[in-house]
Each structure stands twice: as C-alpha cells, then as structure tokens.
C-alpha cells in the first residue's frame, strides 16, 4: 500500500511540474521579435481555402461528405499512377509511367494532400475560419448571400461533386 500511495504522488509531481513547465512556455521569436514560425510547414490538404456556399455555415463535413471526397482523390492519384501508353507515334507505344506532355508537373511532383484537414478530430470545410467561410468582405462591400437551402444534406453532398469535378492535372496529358 505504501510503495502504491508513492508512486500516486510521485506521478501528482510529475505532473504538477509539467503543467507548471507549460505555463511558463514562451514561444520562441525570431530576431524581429515575431514569433519564429521557421521548420517544416505544408498546407497539403483537400479542405479549400474558401468554403463553397453550398455548405452555408458548416464548419465541420459528415463522415460520408470526407468519406466520398478522399475516396475520389485516392481514385484520382490512383489512375495518375497508372501505367499509360506514351504518345511518341499518335499509334500508342510502350506502356510508361510518365505523361506525354514532358515537363507537366503531374501527380508525381505536386502533394495536394490526401485527406481533409481536421480540428480537434473536426473535418472542416474551409481553412477560413469566418461563420460564412468567406473572406472578410471589403469595406463598403455587401455580406455574402448564402443560396437557399445551404447546409443541407443535399447541398453537402452537391458541394463534394462540385469539388470532385476539379482537377488541375487533366490539361497535362495524362493525369
């Protein structure tokens, strides 16, 4: 019982002493005196920056919105790195791994990320943290109207076909 009660209170000090080490952090800053925000950052991610309207003023997608929008990225990155015929005699050639159009930054070299950003475990719709997922608007500008019947089901599923329908390597020969 005591060796027990010892190591209940050897763990309480443990963690005092780190909850105290926390609230004594201070952030690094750089020479500037801005935080220093220097190392290794990415934004690769399939949450846009802006939200489509048609989510309204959801923050957070449905499991089946992330489930069908990831899916269809996977199915995309997937037929990228399939073996394609090269185009040298307009009649097909040997099957390759790389497009037809050389020099295309496909698949291969840019991260678009694989997956939804997520928040305290929150699939988000936007990187822009607004009610509407907008910019700010300008001054003297109007708010953004949001279209009948956004945040809906309907709308969600509306706006991950919307998003689905985009890819920047389709003009690169093969994708």
Do not use: C
């Not at 909850?19 to 690094?28: L, R």
């Not at 290794?40 to 920056?49: D, E, G, I, M």
């Amino acid at each position: 019982m005591g060796r027990a009660l010892l190591y209940g209170l050897s763990a309480i000090a443990v963690g005092l002493a780190a909850a105290a080490a926390a609230a004594d952090y201070k952030a690094p800053h750089n020479g500037y005196g801005q935080p220093d925000l220097s190392g290794a950052w990415s934004n690769a991610t399939l949450t846009p920056q802006v939200r489509s309207p048609l989510y309204g003023t959801r923050r957070a997608q449905t499991a089946e919105e992330v489930r069908l929008l990831e899916g269809d990225n996977a199915a995309k990155d997937a037929a990228g790195r399939a073996p394609h015929p090269l185009n040298t005699d307009k009649g097909g050639g040997d099957a390759a791994t790389a497009s037809d159009n050389v020099g295309a930054y496909d698949r291969t070299w840019i991260d678009n990320g694989a997956g939804v950003m997520r928040v305290n475990g929150e699939p988000r719709t936007s990187l822009i943290t607004t009610d509407d997922g907008q910019p700010p608007p300008a001054k003297g500008e109007a708010k953004h109207v949001l279209p009948p019947g956004a945040g809906s089901a309907q709308a969600g599923l509306a706006a991950v076909a919307e998003a689905a329908k985009v890819d920047i390597f389709e003009g690169q020969g093969s994708t």
